[in-house]
Each structure stands twice: as structure tokens, then as C-alpha cells.
């Protein structure tokens, strides 16, 4: 019963280096998030994905791309790693999309520490 | 402009006795809102929801409870219990045509519990 996985766990970058954040779930959701968490500011969304197929730009999505391969896996990537993105990422997952609510699923996230 | 607010950062009670974390918002369209509660080193686990149709939603030790006239939302843990000690989160969400799961999230509230 797995949920939502996040890989890697922890990482450390050197300025202008490029890397790719892994996300599955295993619940048959249709959407998924990122979302990054810096201190004193909560969780900030990066980009999401309602359904297979789509993704939007959510609240802070400069220097991040993202890429749905299939319903299970949203990944995240930084193409020109910097400072400002040191925090901590968490992917989650939610039911629905459209019409009503459902709670979001989060996975225990990844630590990235840029150089 | 921060639309979900949670002005007091910490919190520390008695165990055994009520912990009342309270969340402000300020967009109107708003009509989800959630707690979730987050330990160190582990993504956020989704805690109660409420709808803005309802004023109070109680799952065993935990109930929220809603002011829309006040846009004021509170969660109390009665008994609290050394185990609660976490971060809180208020999170809300706001009914579109497009991906309507989207959550705005407080900076988060940090409780502590002693024995």
C-alpha cells in the first residue's frame, strides 16, 4: 500500500546542473501536484496535472518543467538548477479533478540542497 | 497575498487537554477546507475536511468547525495527546471548471503536546 512515491529522497546539486524529480501513485488518481516547502511559507504549488494528458502552471512554476508519462508518474524537472530552488518537493495525488473535492494525497517528499 | 492564513506559528498545550488551531481566509469562492498535520521528514497526511455547506465535521478526537460569515475556520483535538505534536496545516479550495483540486495552503502552525 504504497500511495504516492517520491525518488530520490535527498539530493545536492551544484548551480546550472539539470535533474528530474520521479513521482508515482499507485491509487488510480487522476490528478497530481508538486508542490515545494520553504520555511515560514507552507506549501507552494508548482505545476499540476488534472488528468492524463494535461498539466498547468500553478502558483511558482518558473524554472521548473513538468512532464505526466502516464496516470501514475508526474515528474519534475529543473533544466538550470539554482539556489532559490533549495526546499523541500512533495508530490501528491487526488481522486478527481473536475466537479467535486477530494483531499490530496502527499508523498514524504524530496530534499534537494542546490550548490 | 496570502489567502489562507494561520497568524499564530506555534502552539503548546497540556495533554489531556483541548488544542484549538485556528485559520483565517480571505477569498470568498472558497468552499473546501482541510487540516492536514505534518511530523518531520514525512509529507503532509490529510487530517478532517469540511464543506462550506456545513458549519462543524467531528472525526473522533478531532472537529472543525466553520465560520463563513467570519471566513474563520478552527480545529480542535480533544483530548490532546503527545502523539499530535506536528505541524498543522489549513488548506482551502475554491470550486472551478478547471482542475478544482488545486489547495491553497497556510504557513502552517506547529503544536506541541507535553506529557
Known amino acids: 500500500n504504497a500511495g504516492v512515491t517520491q525518488t530520490p529522497k535527498f539530493q545536492v546539486l551544484k548551480t546550472g546542473q539539470s535533474m528530474t524529480l520521479q513521482c508515482a501513485q499507485d491509487?488510480?488518481?487522476?490528478?497530481m501536484y508538486w508542490y515545494r516547502q520553504d520555511p515560514g511559507m507552507g506549501l507552494r504549488l508548482i505545476y499540476y496535472s488534472a488528468s492524463e494528458g494535461t498539466t498547468d502552471k500553478g502558483e511558482v512554476p518558473n524554472g521548473y518543467n513538468v512532464s505526466r508519462l502516464n496516470k501514475r508518474e508526474f515528474s519534475l524537472r529543473l533544466e538550470s538548477a539554482a539556489p532559490s530552488q533549495t526546499s523541500v518537493y512533495f508530490c501528491?495525488?487526488?481522486?478527481?479533478?473536475?466537479?467535486?473535492?477530494?483531499?490530496?494525497?502527499f508523498g514524504d517528499g524530496t530534499r534537494l540542497s542546490i550548490l | 497575498d496570502q489567502q489562507v492564513k494561520q497568524n499564530s506559528p506555534s502552539l503548546s498545550v497540556q495533554e489531556g487537554r483541548i488544542s484549538i488551531l485556528n485559520c483565517d481566509y480571505t477569498?470568498?469562492?472558497?468552499?473546501?477546507f482541510l487540516w492536514y498535520k505534518k511530523y518531520p521528514a514525512e509529507g503532509p497526511t490529510f487530517l478532517i475536511s469540511i464543506s462550506s455547506i456545513k458549519d462543524k465535521n467531528e472525526d473522533g478526537r478531532f472537529t472543525v468547525f466553520l465560520n463563513k460569515s467570519a471566513k474563520h475556520l478552527s480545529l480542535h483535538i480533544v483530548p490532546s495527546q503527545p502523539g499530535d505534536s506536528a505541524v498543522y496545516f489549513c488548506?482551502?479550495?475554491?470550486?472551478?471548471?478547471?482542475?478544482?483540486?488545486?489547495?491553497?495552503f497556510g504557513k502552517g502552525i506547529t503544536l506541541s503536546v507535553r506529557p
Open positions: 488548506a482551502a479550495s475554491a470550486r472551478d471548471t478547471g482542475a478544482n483540486s488545486k489547495l491553497t
Open positions: 501528491a495525488s487526488s481522486r478527481t479533478a473536475t466537479g467535486s473535492h477530494q483531499p490530496q494525497h
Open positions: 477569498n470568498s469562492m472558497f468552499d473546501y
Open positions: 491509487m488510480n488518481h487522476n490528478s
